[in-house]
């Protein structure tokens, strides 16, 4: 009988949504008012517990009517920034890594991608130095800490340099903050918008989809710049009329809620997190333990690195499915610098993730144990005496 299947490959959450956000769902159904168009920015009511749950988890003051607008999604918001802010011959500067999305829509809208490597010896964040040179050509910068597929946490500092820099050379910044709740640490990920100067030049998006497992509902929200913001419905009056309102209500609740209803969607995660690492490490391949996000990004096992041509994350996502019967994505998959990693989404409980770790670590067993009996064979063929040796 063939083992089942054990998808790791897609950031989907898996788990349900907290039943008082359900509910809270079905009693904004019954609303009238929700049945009619939502209105594009979103109902004052949801901006103002964004605004509210801003002041309390980055103490950051925002204007609910002109620095908050709800989102269809924050894919959705990033893909229409870049529409609202860039055009033909703009530079945007994007991570590398990075979650596809930045990259291709800067394409879409004529304009050009520049690759910031994230580097393992810089952990995963920019360097600034580098940044610097190219920043008098930039119209917009991508940042995503906590980091998809990295894992990456940026410090305050960080920003801070990043604020700096926006100011001196003129350039946009937008912070995709979705998973500053998935975090593991005692000290929560940070907001751009705590630097002081930052809502001159900056802009945060964030999401239902990862803090509260919401991802069907299709809701988030952009809050920061006013021009930015301004720029951004614009966009959005001629494409979409707004989130569902009855969608709107709930998630206000789930944000007024956040600190109670967060705390065991955390816990699960880092239990995820624990086993599946601690599985890794007991099957040969001790990977890096993320402090944040539902991702683990790992390098390659010492056993496959430097073997294939081509694409070696690729190839060995592949084995993994074909002999693992466990899917990952490959770290090329999200650019360039994702080569020779691969990426588990821990979007399968502790018993499957414990499972898929005891499946790798056979595997890793028999392919060493495959390699060393050829080198073994090897040296006993070279070993091997010839008619005429002396003894
Ligand atoms: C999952 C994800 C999103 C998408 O969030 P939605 O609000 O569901 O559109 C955006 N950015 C990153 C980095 C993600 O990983």
């Known amino acids: 009988m063939r083992a089942g299947l054990i998808d790791l490959s897609e950031g989907s959450p898996d788990l349900p949504p907290p039943k008082p956000v359900v509910r809270a769902l079905v009693q904004a159904l019954k609303e009238p008012e929700n049945h009619r168009y939502p209105g594009y920015a979103g109902k004052l009511s949801a901006r103002r517990a964004v605004a509210q749950w801003y002041r309390r988890r980055f103490k950051v003051e925002l204007d609910p009517e002109k620095e908050v607008t709800m989102l269809i999604g924050s894919k959705e918001g990033a893909a229409h920034l870049i529409w609202a802010v860039c055009g033909e011959g703009d530079t945007v500067a994007v991570c590398d890594p990075n979650y596809p999305v930045y990259p291709n829509q ?12 994230l580097e393992e010896k810089n952990r995963f964040l920019p360097d600034l130095d580098r940044l610097e040179r190219s920043a008098s050509r930039l119209k917009l910068l991508c940042l995503n800490f906590p980091n998809n597929p990295t894992a990456a946490v940026a410090t305050l500092d960080f920003y801070r340099q990043i604020v700096t820099l926006a100011l001196k050379f003129g350039f946009y910044v937008v912070n995709d903050n979705v998973y500053s709740e998935l975090y593991f640490g005692r000290v929560p990920p940070p907001s751009v918008l705590e630097v002081p100067a930052a809502a001159d030049c900056c802009l945060e998006l964030h999401s239902l989809s990862k803090t509260f497992s919401l991802a069907g509902w299709r809701i988030g929200f952009v809050v920061g710049n006013r021009r930015l913001i301004q720029a951004l419905l614009k966009i959005k009056q001629n494409i979409d009329s707004g989130p569902f309102g009855a969608i709107q209500d709930a998630a206000a609740f789930a944000l007024r809620h956040a600190a109670s209803l967060t705390g065991p969607i955390r816990r699960e995660y ?16 001790p990977v890096s333990i993320p402090e944040a996000t539902f991702y683990v990004w790992a390098r390659l096992p010492e056993l496959f690195a430097g073997r294939q041509r081509g694409s070696r994350s690729y190839a060995f996502t592949l084995e993994l499915l ?8 490959p770290g090329s998959g999200f650019g360039r610098s994702g080569e020779g990693f691969v990426r588990f989404a821990l979007v399968a409980p502790v018993p499957k993730l414990r499972e898929a770790a005891l499946r790798i670590g056979r595997w890793l067993r028999s392919a060493g144990l495959a390699e060393e009996i050829a080198n073994c064979q090897l040296s006993i063929a070279k070993r091997r005496p010839e008619i005429g040796d002396s003894a």
């Open 270 to 285: 880092q239990r995820r997190r624990d086993a599946f690492c601690a599985g890794l490490a007991a099957a040969g391949w």
């Open 322 to 329: 074909k002999r693992c019967r466990v899917m990952a994505a």
């Open 106 to 117: 800067t394409r879409l809208a004529g304009a050009v991608p520049l690759t910031v490597p």
